[in-house]
């Protein structure tokens, strides 16, 4: 037990971090810019993400990582900070941002909620719903979503068979897992590893599910902007 948790006399409680990777390029999306940058119901599509983060009083900081010399998110007086520590792959921007947290005073039983900066449709009751499925787990859990339609599996332009999918899940972020325990298993796990709960199965461990809904899916091509910005006008008052 810590000299601090001795003094209080009840161990020191966690807090809750949350890392925000935004250092991808988007090559999916065919935009000009970093798909985390357009603008998306009169904001960059990063900014409803981290507006969702600001509104859970739970969080003690939230940290942006950006691609290395990016400035598009600078601002004296946000509500985030920012490290221009990107990866080149998304494991390894996590990974970066991770040990940033830890200079920051975050600690290895500190849980950490890392989520994609292009999931900008996640609510905070949504978050607030993660932590509290998870708080208590010993390894930690992701929002994911119970798949909606029947599972083909495809062999050359056909289907060769139809998937059992009453097991199955599409898998998204927040996820959230110890800082400590993350970064070790996404350090063993390498970069190619595409999420975090990933890095944490090939370890051993078995995180939980958490359903979280439709509407949190990842702008990724480019017929998800019309979709996601219709979603977030439908929520403007
Ligand atoms: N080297 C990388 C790659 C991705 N990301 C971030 O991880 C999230 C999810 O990744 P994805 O949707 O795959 O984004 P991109 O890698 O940018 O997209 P693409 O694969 O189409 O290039 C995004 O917020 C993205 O900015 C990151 O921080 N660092
Ligand atoms: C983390 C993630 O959003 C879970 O679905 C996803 O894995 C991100 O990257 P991907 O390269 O699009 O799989």
Redesign the pocket.
């Known amino acids: 037990m810590s000299l601090l948790a001795t003094v209080a006399g009840t161990p020191a409680s966690p807090r809750f971090f949350a890392l925000?990777?935004?250092?991808?390029?988007?090559?999916?999306?065919g935009t000009a810019q970093?798909?985390?940058y357009q603008p998306l119901a009169g904001l960059p599509m990063?900014l409803h993400t981290l507006a969702a983060f600001a509104a859970v009083p739970r969080l003690a900081r939230c940290l942006v990582?950006v691609?290395p010399g990016d400035r598009f998110l600078d601002h004296p007086d946000a509500s985030f900070s920012i490290a221009d520590c990107?990866?080149?792959?998304?494991a390894?921007?996590?990974l970066n941002g991770l040990g940033q947290l830890a200079a920051l005073g975050a600690e290895p039983q500190d849980w950490v909620l890392v989520h994609?900066?292009?999931?900008c449709l996640v609510t905070p009751r949504q978050i607030e719903a993660l932590i509290d499925a998870c708080e208590h787990d010993a390894v930690g859990g992701l929002l994911a979503h119970k798949l909606p339609d029947t599972l083909k599996r495809e062999a050359g332009g056909r289907v060769a068979a139809t998937i059992d999918r009453s097991d199955k899940w599409l898998a998204q972020t927040p996820q959230m897992f110890r800082l400590g325990a993350l970064a070790a298993a996404l350090e063993q796990a390498g970069p190619a590893v595409t999420d975090e709960a990933g890095a944490m199965e090939a370890a051993g461990l078995q995180p939980r599910l958490v359903p979280g809904g439709a509407q949190n899916f990842?702008?990724?091509y480019p017929e998800d902007f019309a979709l996601a910005e219709a979603v977030l006008r439908s929520r403007q008052p």
């Not at 925000?20 to 999306?29: E, H, L, Q």
């Not at 994609?116 to 999931?119: F, N």
């Open positions: 925000i990777p935004c250092a991808g390029t988007g090559s999916r999306a970093p798909k985390q990063v990582v691609a990107g990866g080149a792959t998304r390894l921007s996590v994609d900066a292009a999931r990842k702008v990724t």
